[in-house]
């Protein structure tokens, strides 16, 4: 084996390795979390139970999240009532940012808040944002890094699968 073989090689298990741990959490259950929500109230991962449900991490310093989330409460709007939940988790050390974008943002689902990071740290999130779907079943199907346009179609192609299981 010469030396740019063995360059590539290595090169190749380096990226399989990294691809292979950022979709650690596909098909395992998702791990289960309760946050203090916009609305005041305490939300729990596990109440969904039997729907499909989205959970976005996101930050208001983040450029991504902001141009997704508006996307994302369509795809909320629009599923909803057949058993689409979005649960949207900030990650701020001040909840007040994040008020203030989701009123300007006009976004409806709820969003909760992840201070002191613990939620992220469970979902191995490490940038913004990271979309996790999770199945009625409680498995996570689908972990999305970043967001670039068109993105969503991908997003309603998985939920409109997920709902149809």
């Known amino acids: 084996m010469n030396i740019k073989t063995s360059i590539f090689a290595v090169v190749v298990c380096v990226f399989a390795a990294s691809s292979l741990a950022s979709s650690g959490l596909e098909g395992q259950p998702a791990p289960d979390f309760a946050l203090k929500s916009s609305s005041g109230a305490n939300l729990r991962l596990s109440e969904y139970r039997g729907d499909v449900v989205m959970i976005n991490f996101w930050a208001t310093w983040c450029g991504p999240c902001r141009q997704e989330m508006p996307l994302l409460d369509e795809l909320y709007t629009r599923y909803s009532r057949v058993g689409f939940n979005l649960l949207g988790v900030n990650i701020d ?46 498995r996570v199907r689908y972990v999305h890094h ?3 346009p068109g993105y969503e179609e991908k997003y309603l192609d998985q939920i409109r699968s997920l709902l149809r299981e």
């Open 93 to 138: 050390d001040d909840s007040r940012r994040a008020m203030k974008m989701i009123d300007e943002l006009g976004v409806s689902f709820p969003v909760l808040f992840d201070a002191r990071k613990e939620v992220s740290k469970l979902y191995e999130v490490e940038a913004m944002p990271v979309t996790v779907l999770v199945d009625r079943e409680g």
């Open 146 to 148: 970043g967001y670039k």
